[in-house]
């Protein structure tokens, strides 16, 4: 077995196009690891809906340019195999460690196979990237980020010719094309030949997001920024200066874009601290809202004030927020969102007469309905210009809400006063996540298999009255590894992350509210509902 290692990981070492991962990999053979070697060659990453996304290093378990060449062969032959002999395919990244290497051998397999290839100038946010494969016809596009994932993570993100990101069977598909290339000499990489775009793809895309606003709406909210040291700013900057927005106020600190995320434990904006210096920044400014996006910039998230002090709006505050906008503003068509996201955007629609949708967990299924005029999910992505990106784009939501709050403003209102209307509305749909992340990846499935076997009958109280397993599928909804908990007034979801070592629970309760009045009582109620639910159910999945 040792041998076998050994030999596997000197063939791999033959191959390797890269300095680094050569040296890295020479250094753990010579030095006889094998431990470090056995995590590293004890199989592939796997492709899937989300593309690659995995730590950096040497090996077929890490993200490598070996890996990245390997991937761009695979979806070079997938596209030849289905009709896109000639076709175009631009190559989007963000700044992390390897982005631009990855993009670069991107481009040079997809010239090396007969395909044209376009680059993005420089590193950009994601939604550009989607944006530009509908403008320039192209057949496919890539994505090389890891998104709000740690500093050693890099990701690969492919989308094919509609702008939205893939879904089975494609990914199986260029997956087996993936596990097909038998040797990295096999495959031909040029040193040029594919297109380097200018900034008039960047123009277009800035032109859309005027679209996303209505031309007589105030632009009075002012704003504190930060990109988290993504790619965001300077995209944000020039759509806002664009809109006429005051200009946002920068948290210096996480301005400029920097692979190793130095002030954040995990550059995500829904992560313990990472709002730290934006809400330090905001108590020093006193803005309207406080509007962060996460790395690669295809998240927005938001912060208010409330009482004395700043807190961060949940993702399905905001989508709510976003919906009554449309809806005010006239908007027509479908309102989706996916299934772990709050129940609330469906009464929203439902009052409007507007036709609604739920998916599978993810964008790449919010992008596929039909008719969409606006999709969300939880975890701050927020499709609000469906025609130009088919995904979610923090740049165009973070103006969206901004024009909402100036809305507002000119009322002597804010984003909770709306709030508190939808509650009084529709209900108060409060949500919350009970999130398990595991060194050990066998306690997600042990946790799985416990709710299966014994199922709940009731949480906080509530019973059960509906109990599903999502493996199985739903009249609307193809398989996925899921349970569906329906309670009476609580609806609770279970799933493995598909992007983590995390097993998610998705909470949500809904408390009846009369009057204006009554929405303290209903806020303790639903907190109270909320914390006994996850403590139940924790103690049902075993975690």
């Known amino acids: 077995m040792h041998d076998d290692l050994i030999a596997r990981a000197k063939a791999w070492l033959a191959e390797d196009p890269d300095p680094e991962t050569r040296d890295e990999l020479a250094g753990l053979i010579d030095a006889g690891a094998v431990e470090e070697l056995s995590a590293r060659f004890s199989g592939t990453l796997q492709f899937g809906t989300a593309g690659l996304r995995g730590e950096l290093g040497a090996g077929p378990m890490r993200m490598n340019r070996s890996v990245v060449i390997r991937a761009a062969a ?12 000639g076709g175009l395919v631009v190559i989007g990244y963000d700044a992390r460690h390897k982005s631009a290497d990855f993009a670069r051998d991107t481009a040079a397999v997809m010239t090396g196979a007969g395909l044209r290839a376009a680059v993005l100038p420089r590193p950009l946010p994601t939604p550009v990237l989607a944006f530009a494969i509908r403008h320039l016809g192209a057949v496919a596009g890539v994505e090389v980020t890891a998104s709000h994932n740690p500093p050693r993570d890099n990701g690969y993100k492919v989308y ?33 030949g594919w297109q380097t775009l200018d900034e008039s793809v960047l123009d277009a895309y800035l032109a859309r997001t005027d679209a996303v606003l209505d031309p ?86 938001v912060a208010v004030k409330d009482g004395g002090d700043w807190r961060m709006l949940r993702g399905d505050e905001v989508g709510a927020l976003l919906a009554a906008h449309l809806v005010r503003r006239g908007a027509r068509g479908t309102f989706a969102e996916s299934i772990v996201s709050s129940s609330l955007l469906g009464r929203i629609a439902g009052k409007a007469g507007l036709p609604y949708e739920e998916t599978l967990t993810g964008f790449k299924w919010i992008a596929r309905v039909d008719g969409l005029r606006y999709g969300y999910e939880e975890a701050l992505g927020y499709c609000v210009d469906p025609e130009g990106v088919r995904d979610k784009d923090g740049i165009t939501a973070a103006l969206l809400i901004t024009e909402l709050a100036s809305v507002l403003k000119e009322e002597g209102r804010t984003l909770l006063d709306l709030l508190d209307d939808l509650a009084v509305e529709h209900g108060l749909h409060a949500t919350d996540q009970l999130s398990v992340r595991v060194q050990d990846l066998s306690l997600i499935a042990d946790a799985m298999r416990r709710l299966r076997e014994q199922p709940p009958t009731g949480l906080a109280g509530l019973p059960v009255v509906r109990a599903e397993d999502l493996t199985r599928g739903t009249e609307k909804l193809p398989p996925t590894d899921g349970l569906r908990y329906t309670l009476d007034g609580a609806r609770v979801i279970v799933r493995p992350s598909g992007t983590e070592p995390k097993l998610k629970c998705y909470l949500e309760v809904v408390v009846p509210v009369s009057a204006h009045a009554d929405l303290p009582a209903a806020r303790a109620r639903a907190t109270e509902l909320l914390t006994a639910v996850k403590r139940d159910l924790s103690a049902a999945a075993g975690i």
């Open 216 to 301: 007589a709406s105030p632009r009075t909210a002012r704003t504190v920024y930060t990109a988290m040291h993504g790619v965001g700013r300077d995209v944000l900057l020039a759509a806002f200066a664009r809109a006429g927005f005051p200009e946002p106020v920068l948290v210096a600190e996480q301005a400029d874009p920097d692979p190793d995320f130095p002030t954040v434990a995990f550059p995500n904006p829904e992560e313990p601290g990472a709002m730290d210096l934006a809400f330090a920044r905001a108590r020093a400014t006193d803005p309207d809202l406080v509007i962060a996006n996460d790395p690669d910039a295809d998240r927005c998230a």
């Open 160 to 192: 094919l010719g509609d702008g939205s990101q893939i879904v089975p069977p494609a990914d199986a598909e260029i997956a087996a094309e993936i596990d097909a290339v038998a040797s990295l000499h096999d495959v031909p990489r040029p040193e040029s």
């Open 74 to 85: 695979g979806l070079a032959a997938y596209l030849k195999k289905n009709g896109h002999p």
